[in-house]
């Protein structure tokens, strides 16, 4: 089974607001950047990729979380961020029932990963 195929079985398992939110986000990344790849990782983590790992989404029990890698380095202008902010690598988004996607915002969070990514993968080259 593919990561992709995997990440729809999740999504269908979960079933409830968890699995809503978790599609909808998955859209949203995906649209940002055509070389986004989905990967499966860490026994049942969706993961996406471009240059490198750019955030990991799970459904928790009353919570989505959407981790970015790299999170403490990257702009964070409307404030997505709101877990994980004592760390100096990752940052989470925290997404509870009802609560709404700023789907512009995460764009440009995904697009900074990515160039946060690409820009690593220069000085490491």
């Known amino acids: 089974m593919s990561a992709s195929e995997r990440i729809d079985q999740l999504i269908a398992e979960t079933g409830d607001w968890r699995g809503e939110t978790l599609a909808a986000l998955r859209k949203i990344i995906l649209a940002a950047d055509p070389g986004i790849v989905e990967s499966w990782k860490w026994m049942?983590?969706?993961?996406?990729?471009?240059?490198?790992?750019?955030?990991?989404?799970?459904?928790?029990?009353?919570?989505?979380?959407?981790t970015f890698d790299y999170g403490a380095?990257?702009?964070?202008?409307?404030?997505l961020?709101?877990?994980?902010?004592?760390?100096?690598?990752?940052?989470?988004?925290?997404?509870?029932?009802?609560?709404?996607?700023?789907?512009?915002?995460?764009?440009?969070?995904?697009?900074?990963a990515i160039?946060?990514?690409?820009a690593r993968r220069r000085k490491t080259a």
């Open 44 to 66: 049942g983590s969706p993961v996406w990729e471009c240059d490198g790992i750019i955030a990991v989404g799970n459904p928790h029990k009353g919570k989505v979380k959407l």
């Open 73 to 79: 380095k990257l702009p964070d202008p409307k404030s």
């Open 81 to 112: 961020f709101n877990a994980g902010l004592e760390g100096n690598q990752r940052r989470a988004i925290d997404l509870f029932e009802g609560d709404q996607i700023d789907a512009p915002a995460l764009q440009d969070l995904v697009r900074a």
């Open 115 to 118: 160039a946060f990514n690409r």
